[in-house]
């Protein structure tokens, strides 16, 4: 894989990408992009060779924000993406270019309500038939956080070491000096 090739296709998907700290992270690349290149994005992850390792919801203001990871097969490579729902609750499904994405989706249906169109089997996966409209990661209208509140920062930097201050140490013919 030549990532800078595949960087600049993410360009035409994206609307930011930011390279981070895989050791403080956990993934190489965040990605930010429309619910409409949802789909688009796993496609091409896919034909690069890429593997979805899950997707999750997290309920924050203004949309529940989808969180899909993707990571390469052959050598380290790990790329978060990101984008929000529409105001309907709703965005495409990816599980007929990645079949792991189905039973992903079901539980985000479960537990955020989330649905996705065009998903093929979208039955509740962990609540019972008649809780469907329970949601229960659903957080109350005023515990919800912007995601600005929840995104993760860059580190600040360190601050400067305080010079060491060294007592000042009298020469040997002084000390004889004062012992007389």
């Not at 929000?84 to 309500?113: C, P």
């Not at 998903?119 to 109350?140: G, M, N, R, S, T």
Request: aromatic share 8%.
């Amino acid at each position: 894989m030549d990532i800078n090739k595949v960087k600049k296709q993410w360009q035409g998907l994206t609307t930011a990408i930011e390279e981070v700290d895989y050791a403080v992270s956990g993934y190489d690349y965040n990605l930010s992009l429309e619910r409409d290149k949802v789909r688009d994005l796993a496609v091409l992850m896919l034909d690069e060779g890429f593997y979805l390792v899950g997707l999750m919801a997290v309920h924050v203001a203004p949309a529940i924000e989808m969180v899909y990871q993707f990571a390469y097969h052959e050598s380290r490579c790990r790329v978060m993406a990101r984008t929000s729902v529409d105001e309907n609750g709703e965005i495409a499904t990816i599980s007929d270019i990645f079949q792991g994405a189905n039973w992903h989706e079901r539980e985000v249906r479960d537990l955020h309500g989330v649905v996705f169109i065009d998903h093929p089997y979208l039955h509740p996966l962990i609540l019972a038939e008649e809780d469907v409209d329970l949601k229960p990661l659903l957080k109350a209208e005023g515990k919800v956080k912007n995601v600005d509140a929840i995104r993760r920062k860059p580190p600040e930097p360190a601050p400067e070491p305080k010079p060491k201050v060294v007592p000042e140490v009298k020469p040997e013919a002084t000390k004889n000096q004062e012992q007389s």
